[in-house]
């Protein structure tokens, strides 16, 4: 299990921020590591080490990016994207149509908030990544034990109109300076469409540099 999940990581860390020419190069260095190819003489690799050889079964015809790994059957297969059953009232805008790219983004965004990592949604504009990330957080994190915040940032966005934003969604709890979200529930946090410019950046925005790197922000009024 453990040799498919670190590759399944590695292909979805490593080889999904390449760009899309250089992706082929990827999966054929991929696959060389798993087979019995000498990557060292191929590639010309220099330095004292031995390549590490996972034993993984891959389907024959495949593609590295195209492929899920279930760990509860312990096996690789094809995406499944099924088709959700729309209410007849529901306005055409407000649909989305899963396809493969959009239930592996769900599926990795799922697994991150799972995991309490934070994380950065990169893309061109125009291509539904705020509206996929609302349709993962209303479908699996508004529930009894989880719920989520949105906040929607500009240009004049600073950090303190962050803090207080998310400050005013959270209770007290137990000691003086510990707050949560309602109902001890685990709460998580959306900014939508980052534009901060590099003087907002190098001033108000030390704030949320402690939210991510310490898990707490500073007290605006001390």
């Given at each position: 299990v453990i040799p498919n999940m670190i590759l399944f990581s590695i292909i979805w860390s490593f080889g999904n921020s390449l760009e899309a020419n250089s992706q082929p190069k990827f999966k054929e260095f991929i696959l060389d590591l798993l087979s019995t190819?000498?990557?060292?003489?191929?590639?010309?690799?220099?330095?004292?080490?031995?390549?590490?050889?996972?034993?993984?079964?891959?389907?024959?015809?495949?593609?590295?990016?195209?492929?899920?790994?279930d760990r509860s059957r312990n096996r690789w297969e094809s995406w499944h994207v099924s088709a959700p059953d729309f209410p007849k009232e529901s306005e055409h805008c407000s649909l989305i149509v899963p396809t493969q790219e959009s239930e592996q983004v769900s599926f990795i965004i799922r697994q991150l908030l799972e995991a309490r990592k934070h994380f950065v949604l990169v893309g061109p504009s125009g291509m539904g990544k705020s509206m996929l990330v609302h349709h993962e957080l209303k479908k699996n994190f508004l529930d009894a034990k989880h719920t989520y915040l949105t906040i929607v940032l500009s240009a004049q966005t600073t950090a303190n109109q962050i803090q207080r934003a998310i400050e005013c969604k959270l209770e007290k709890r137990g000691r003086?300076?510990?707050?949560?979200?309602?109902?001890?529930?685990?709460?998580?946090?959306?900014?939508?469409?980052?534009?901060?410019?590099?003087?907002?950046y190098t001033s108000d925005a030390a704030d949320e540099e402690d939210n991510v790197d310490i898990g707490g922000s500073s007290h605006i009024k001390k």
């Open positions: 190819t000498d990557i060292k003489i191929k590639y010309k690799l220099e330095g004292e080490f031995a390549p590490v050889k996972f034993i993984i079964r891959l389907p024959e015809e495949h593609d590295l990016f195209g492929l899920a790994y003086k300076t510990y707050y949560g979200p309602l109902h001890a529930r685990q709460g998580v946090v959306f900014l939508d469409d980052i534009h901060m410019p590099c003087l907002l």
